[in-house]
């Protein structure tokens, strides 16, 4: 595995270098006190992505994330088989990983600087992008290990439930503020 060769995920400046016709067309609105910009055709999430607490048989402890890559879920153990179980965005092709690692840091809108990897093939991104509702990393990011990888909010959540990103795990805002509220530094996180 070859995570520290890969970069984090931006689905902003990839649309931004395919020429997104939907964010040409966007238009901004104002959801749950963040503002986003959302396709001028109607847009709503897919309900099967939705945060929900579930029934799953798991030997992980409480306080574990388990994310299945390939069903674009992820999920919290809760114990009791149980689990909280939340739709997310993931690597696409040539950037899926897998593996498992810790929580080494959490941010509140962090700022975005990009590896240099990412600007070598994506020469128009900034050094760096200061955190805030347009941020690729949206409103929380828990750090993954040593490696470049995040559990992260986006500016985007129509990208959830599909694979867009350059490796990182990324959810709606309002779900990774959720999950970032209920998971500590050293939790253990297991990418399938």
Known sequence: MRIAALSL?????????????????????????????????????????LPKEIRYTSEEKPGTIIIHTRRKYLYLILGNDRAKRYGVGVGRWGFKWSGTEKIT????????????????????????????????????????????????????PWTIGSAVSSGCIRLRNEDVEDLYARVKIGSKVIVK
């Open 105 to 156: 840091r959490k941010a509140e809108w962090p700022d975005w600087i990009p590896p240099a990897e990412m600007r070598q093939r994506e020469p128009d991104l900034p050094e760096r992008m200061p955190g805030g509702p347009n941020n690729p990393l949206g409103a929380r990011a828990l750090y993954l290990g040593n490696t470049l990888y995040r559990i992260h909010g986006t500016s985007q």
């Open 9 to 49: 995920g931006s689905t902003l400046a990839m649309a931004l270098a395919l020429g997104s016709p939907d964010l040409a067309k966007a238009e901004s609105q104002e959801v749950g006190g963040v503002k986003y910009n959302f396709s001028s055709q109607p847009w709503k999430l897919d309900e099967k992505f």
